[in-house]
């Protein structure tokens, strides 16, 4: 029996299935084959497109961390840098200025942030007047160029001028310990030139009264009236003034300075003396209470004692003296 022909129509869908099947295989090939030229893990250019439009890459975000960890390193090297300039321009410096034609003292002060009275004591100036070629020492902030003598201390200097040890340990790089070399010049910060007045000095025992040069600023060590004047009373030298107030009042030290003596003196009971170099010091008499050792240092105005009636005494008061080289002097005039 002769064998059927195949119908057309019944092949035609596995040629058509086949064919396909080809096509599908070509295209994947190709695909494979240009992913095999991209370098392993990098995507393609399109699915840069695609990953911007979902956001950064993790590769990319690790980028963005590292620029901005490096830029927040060098803002703050930067930082650094300029605090340590900073602290460089604020230390104190002496600069050479020379005069020119219509300066005055305070345009020269102001253009260095001084003041006039920095400037005339540092250049030994008595009057305001200038002339063109003078050259100038100026010193870069308020204070005075002081140049060491001998027997000279920090706390003589710092009380004879105004201001404190730590302020001029701390401008010229000092501490208390450092030996002071004569003729080296040091920088006052905030100090005020020792004002300087003559004076006659009250006779002691044999001793007759002297001429004597008062140098600092003092402040009233306490407030209240005074019952008894320096000068002769009863037969005999009041040698400083007496202030009324009721006990337990604050007695403050009048100057700057290092404490002497704290204790029990005589008729003066409870006792507080404070050295103020250059031979100046003051007595704080009659207290019902010290509160400060010897060999201490004292700013102005710190609370010393209290006020009392121990020793001779008639009734709560402090007895106040000022003294150049161990001599009395009225203390009125030198207190505000």
């Known amino acids: 029996m002769p064998k059927p022909e195949p119908n057309p129509r019944h092949s035609r869908p596995w040629l058509l299935f086949a064919a396909l099947v080809v096509l599908v295989g070509l295209g994947l090939g190709g695909f494979w ?68 034609s219509g300066d005055t003292l305070w345009d020269i002060a102001i253009a260095h942030q001084t003041t006039i009275t920095s400037v005339k004591y540092n250049n030994g100036l008595s009057s305001n007047t200038l002339r063109p070629g003078q050259e100038l020492k100026i010193l870069t902030i308020d204070g005075l160029l002081y140049k060491v003598k001998s027997g000279d201390t920090l706390s003589g200097i710092a009380s004879r001028f105004d201001t404190s040890i730590s302020k001029i340990e701390e401008a010229n790089g000092i501490d208390r310990t450092s030996l002071l070399a004569i003729g080296t010049q040091l920088i006052l910060p905030d100090a005020t030139p020792p004002r300087q007045v003559t004076v006659k000095t009250a006779s002691t025992g044999a001793g007759r009264g002297q001429t004597a040069t008062v140098t600092g600023n003092y402040i ?24 009324a107030a009721p006990t337990g009042t604050s007695v403050k030290a009048a100057r700057a300075g290092q404490v002497t003596h704290s204790g029990w003196l005589g ?11 250059g031979g100046m010091s003051t007595v704080y008499a009659h207290n019902s ?48």
């Open 289 to 336: 209470a010290l509160l400060v050792s010897a060999g201490q240092w004292v700013e102005q105005g710190t609370v010393v004692a209290r006020v009392g009636s121990t020793g001779r005494s008639t009734g709560p008061h402090l007895h106040f003296e000022i003294r150049v080289s161990g001599r009395p002097i009225d203390p009125r005039p030198h207190l505000p």
């Open 220 to 243: 009233w060590p306490v407030r209240g009236r005074i019952t008894s004047p320096y000068g002769w009373r009863w037969g005999t030298i009041h040698t400083g003034i007496d202030i």
């Open 33 to 100: 084959a240009a992913a095999a030229m991209e370098p392993s893990g990098s995507p393609s250019m399109a699915g840069y497109d695609q990953l911007d439009d979902l956001g950064p890459s993790p590769g990319a975000a690790a980028l963005s961390q590292g620029d901005e960890a490096s830029d927040a390193t060098t803002d703050a090297v930067a930082s650094e840098q300029e605090c340590e300039a900073g602290e460089e321009t604020s230390t104190p410096l002496v600069v050479t200025y020379v005069v020119k």
């Open 267 to 277: 008729n003066y009971g409870y006792t507080v003396v404070i050295d103020h170099g």
